[in-house]
């Protein structure tokens, strides 16, 4: 990895029911707000939130949603490839993806090359109780985890509530992860958003670029922003607020792991990757393969 500028910008959806044309606007907003960024704070990535084209919470079927977004790459990511090509930087985006069938609907984060080309996708491995299909929601889950290498750093991806979950950004992490975007929509809490990405930055000892949505989504659900950059010693060094617009930072992985604590002089002497007790997981693997849920009432 070298040292760039990372963006994570937060926008939100456009107002009203979804259709062909509020996808268009929305995709247009992406573009308009990447390609100020990028002008304000010469990013070289620029993470926009989760379901950028539609809003989370698209107010309509499966099938519906199905018929209003495509394949990736396709209509739905092009406005955005175009953009980053045209801008000769790399791109997150945060968009539902059209499954194999009418009504198989993924939650995918895209990384889009400086050529404006699609790097790599990942489908959201653990959708939110809402919008899980099996609950009545809109999205099938995926299955894979996605590391890619660049001219950056390796960079994962995880999408909003994998945030909750370490294992996802730990195998990230183990197949050489240095930075992890997280292109979101979380509605639960500021302290909950904060300290998930905060948790995963510092298990792993990497960066985290948190894209969080605000405004509202087509069926009126509210988001409150405060996107944000954390270092691998899970120090917040760029927060918005919650209006549209962006934050940045440079990553430097010469600085990154420099101090215990933020402007410390104290050095970091220990590894958390490096350091695990791998007899004692492989002791234990059938209980991290267990299903089990919590004994609380929810």
């Known amino acids: ?90 791109a997150v985006l945060g968009t539902y993806e059209r499954g194999p069938e009418r009504g198989i609907v993924y939650n995918a984060a895209v990384l889009i090359d400086r050529s404006g080309e699609v790097a790599g ?79 995963r930055a510092y298990d792993n000892h990497v960066f985290v670029i948190g894209a969080n949505a605000t405004g509202a989504d087509p069926a009126g659900v509210l988001y409150f922003g405060n996107s944000h950059i954390v270092t691998p010693i899970g120090h917040i060094v760029a927060k918005a607020a919650s209006h549209e617009g962006w934050v940045s930072a440079v990553l430097d992985p010469a600085t990154a792991l420099s101090s215990l604590t933020p402007g410390s002089n104290i050095g970091q002497g220990f590894d958390h990757l490096r350091d695990r007790n791998l007899d004692l997981i492989r002791g234990y693997r059938d209980d991290l393969e267990r299903p089990a849920q919590t004994s609380f009432p929810h």
């Not at 939100?12 to 308009?32: H, I, Q, S």
């Not at 195998?171 to 979101?184: H, K």
């Open 1 to 90: 990895m070298r040292a760039f500028t990372a963006a994570a910008v937060q926008i939100a959806p456009v107002p009203g029911p979804l259709t062909p044309e509020t996808v268009r606007k929305n995709l247009d907003k992406c573009v308009d707000f990447t390609r100020r960024c990028v002008d304000a704070t010469g990013a070289e990535l620029v993470v926009l939130p989760e379901s950028a084209t539609t809003g989370f919470t698209p107010d309509c079927t499966a099938e519906e949603l199905w018929d209003l977004v495509s394949e990736i790459p396709g209509p739905v990511t092009e406005p955005v490839q175009q953009v980053a090509k045209d801008l000769g930087v790399y």
């Open 121 to 199: 996708v990942y489908r959201k491995t653990h959708p939110f109780c809402t919008e899980h299909v099996d609950g009545g929601g809109w999205v099938t889950p995926g299955d894979t985890v996605t590391v890619v290498d660049t001219d950056l750093g390796k960079i994962g991806m995880i999408v909003c509530f994998d945030g909750d979950y370490p294992e996802l950004s730990r195998i990230q992490a183990v197949r050489g992860a240095e930075v992890i975007v997280r292109p979101s929509a979380l509605l639960r809490s500021a302290d909950i958003w904060e300290l998930t990405s905060r948790a």
